[in-house]
């Protein structure tokens, strides 16, 4: 198994642009979770889905974040308009029933 | 919610010494505890975990104890190496697989 994909795996845009940043969970896996990571803030908790369903958005830190997952292989994370202070490191995450949970590569974004 | 509480925040030993790292969790109703280790540009990896059904674990070099009772965990590293130098993330679990994070343990292993 190829493990969590995500794409791009570094994007650079300007202030006002919209991003959107993709994950391909590992097979089988029925949870995805969306993760954001910088210095200051540690590694939060943003999105998570279980069998394609939203359970908790309540991480999203605002209306310019949004997620979909329309199908058990993949899932979105939008963001409109981007803003400096969204530059970070997101990961993507995916559990399957035996609870383990794994990290795709990251997508590292700046925002200038 | 769940409150993930981690120390030490950072850790230096000497190689083949033994690294504890400690965490407190608060809801009780947490069931797994992963741990995990990320290295400088890298990505989270999980490296072990443990249920509540069990008081401990062993893999290799690494160890993680769990007192339920107590609502702590522990990561215990023997023989430490230079490759063991890496950010430390202790988590705990809920029934849904959300997990809450620790702050991290910035472990530095000097030859």
């Known amino acids: 198994d190829a493990g969590v994909i995500q794409s791009p795996r570094h994007e650079v845009t300007e202030m006002g642009q919209e991003v959107t940043l993709r994950c391909k969970p590992i097979s089988g896996h029925n949870s995805l979770f969306w993760y954001r990571q910088t210095m200051m803030r540690g590694l939060e908790l943003l999105i998570y889905?279980?069998?394609?369903?939203?359970?908790?958005d309540s991480g999203m830190p605002e209306d310019r974040f949004s997620a979909k997952m329309p199908n058990a292989s993949f899932s979105t994370l939008k963001i409109q308009p981007s803003e400096p202070r969204d530059s970070a490191v997101y990961f993507c995450a995916s559990t399957g029933v035996e609870g383990g949970q794994y990290f795709g590569p990251g997508t590292r974004l700046t925002v200038t | 919610g769940e409150n993930v509480e981690q120390h030490p925040s950072t850790l230096s030993v000497q190689e083949g010494d033994s690294a504890v790292i400690k965490c407190t969790y608060s809801d009780s109703a947490s069931n797994y505890f992963p741990w995990y280790k990320q290295e400088l540009g890298k990505r989270p990896q999980l490296i072990i975990d443990?249920?509540?059904?069990?008081g401990e674990k062993k893999d290799q070099r690494i160890a993680v104890t769990l007192n339920k009772t107590a609502k702590h965990f522990s990561l215990h590293i023997t023989e430490t190496q230079p490759e063991d130098s890496a950010v430390y993330f202790c988590?705990?679990?809920?029934?849904?697989?959300?997990?809450?994070f620790g702050a991290g343990t910035q472990v530095v292993v000097t030859p």
């Open positions: 889905f279980n069998n394609n369903v939203p359970i908790d």
């Open positions: 443990i249920r509540s059904n069990v």
């Open positions: 988590a705990a679990s809920d029934s849904w697989g959300k997990l809450q």
